[in-house]
């Protein structure tokens, strides 16, 4: 006797709708069974979809170029502090506490006492009266509440950005390592000025002044921090608009792919870093104040370059056999410090006029950069003309104010102008695998139908 056929009843209702993209976007479950509710996601191969999505929110890349123009406003604001020597009113570092300034009589005449237990006070202002040190005091106040929003405004959103899904896997470990430097950031702040509270760390009876390499690895650790938000924003745009047109893309990534082009690209990214190590010279100079020296250009005193003995002094020097003469002067010797801010400048304007004569008269490289790449190409060398002018004056009239702080925001927009260049020409590897997802799946869908 044969047995009772096997039978399977059908059930719309426990079937489940389940959609995919290329741009991770969290696929839709229609009638889905109570394991949806745990947050299980599959793809059609019956594998769990992963956290993350293949590219960030736009709104990712608007946040980060938004923090990044408050990191501009910030180092800029912080040169101000500097200039007007008011970096070192507050003696105390309360990241918590220290949000809010004196709100009493009582209070000011605290901090009051407590600056004037500084070097700076003992050397450089012996007769301010309270009311000059709350000027200064609120300079100080200011720009470490800016550092507060700073981090604030990062650390807050990307929380959120991560936890909704709205980054990428490699973008979340880029804005967490983001967030990490803002941290370390404060932290080196604090450093720096604690420098200048201390007559042990410079020659007594000298100028009160922070340390040189702690105020340039301040200044560095921003412009990493501004270059980091403003590449990887305008890397999640250019993804965005790349694959909004995928075949117009690929003509576009096939041009940057040529061979012939991998020249251009080493260039730019080696510019960016000749613009950065120019940046951090500078720093250099400003703590030493090398600028108010030698103040004439090209000239420094009778020739090109002080004299040799000048350049590389026994004075700084402090060992007897004179082994670290070489190193000490080229970064505490004032007249050598400026000397080599001079020549990286100098290297500086002329690489990027090489960069922009080889644009303008290889046939090859003028026919295949793109349009967007050859403006970017005009708007660095805009910029470092700019530069020289605002460098030469900053350094002929005796560092102005006005002078000194465009001429430290100038470096940060030439910066910004190299880095903008290497997004537009830069191979982006990750998008350009999502374009051909993108081409294949339409040619594919076209030739079913």
């Not at 947050?39 to 979809?49: N, V």
């Not at 290889?362 to 660095?380: D, E, N, Q």
């Not at 910029?383 to 430290?408: D, E, K």
């Amino acid at each position: 006797m044969l047995p009772k056929p096997f039978s399977i009843s059908y059930k719309p209702h426990a079937l489940r709708t389940i959609s995919t993209s290329v741009d991770g976007v969290t696929p839709t479950l229609g009638n889905a069974s109570p394991l949806s509710a745990l947050g299980i996601r599959i793809d059609r191969r019956g594998t769990k979809r992963k956290f993350f999505p293949v590219i960030s929110d736009k709104v990712v890349a608007y946040w980060l170029l938004g923090s990044a123009a408050s990191v501009f406003g910030i180092v800029v604001f912080g040169g101000l502090t500097r200039l007007t020597e008011s970096g070192l009113s507050i003696t105390e570092w309360r990241p918590v506490t220290g949000s809010m300034p004196p709100t009493n009589a009582a209070d000011w005449e605290s901090e009051f006492a407590k600056y004037q237990s500084s070097p700076e006070f003992k050397v450089l202002n012996p007769h301010m009266n309270l009311s000059e040190f709350k000027s200064i005091y609120y300079m100080e106040w200011a720009h470490r509440l800016w550092g507060r929003i700073v981090g604030l405004s990062f650390l807050l959103p990307s929380i959120y950005f991560i936890a909704r899904r709205k980054v990428s896997a490699p973008m979340a470990g880029k804005i967490i390592g983001i967030a990490g430097l803002i941290g370390f950031q404060g932290v080196l702040g604090w450093w720096m000025v604690k420098s200048g509270l201390k007559d042990d760390l410079f020659s007594p009876g000298s100028h009160p002044r922070v340390s040189q390499y702690r105020l340039t690895a301040h200044l560095g650790t921003a412009f990493l921090c501004y270059t980091a938000m403003l590449w990887n924003g305008l890397i999640i745009l250019r993804a965005h608009k790349l694959l909004t047109n995928p075949l117009e893309a690929e003509k576009i990534l096939s041009k940057l792919k040529s061979p012939e082009l991998k020249i251009f690209r080493r260039s730019v990214a080696g510019l960016a870093i000749l613009v950065f190590c120019t940046a951090m010279s500078g720093g250099l100079v400003a703590g030493l104040d090398a600028g108010l020296i030698y103040n004439e250009f090209p000239y420094m005193g009778l020739g090109l370059a002080p004299p040799r003995s000048e350049l590389f002094s026994d004075f700084y020097s402090h060992t007897a056999d004179n082994s670290d003469l070489w190193w000490r002067n080229i970064l505490e010797n004032p007249s050598l410090v400026q000397l080599d801010h001079r020549i990286l400048a100098t290297t500086t304007f002329t690489s990027v006029m090489s960069l922009w004569a080889y644009t303008k008269w290889s046939p090859t490289v003028r026919k295949i950069l793109p349009a967007a790449g050859k403006r970017g190409m005009h708007g660095v060398v805009g910029f470092v003309f700019l530069q020289v002018v605002l460098g030469i004056s900053t350094l002929i009239y005796l560092v102005p104010l006005p002078l000194a702080s465009a001429h430290q925001a100038g470096s940060l927009a030439l910066l910004s102008s190299v880095v903008i260049l290497g997004s537009r020409t830069w191979i982006p590897q990750r998008a350009s695998k999502l374009v051909a997802q993108r081409l294949g799946k339409a040619i594919a869908g076209s030739a079913k139908r």
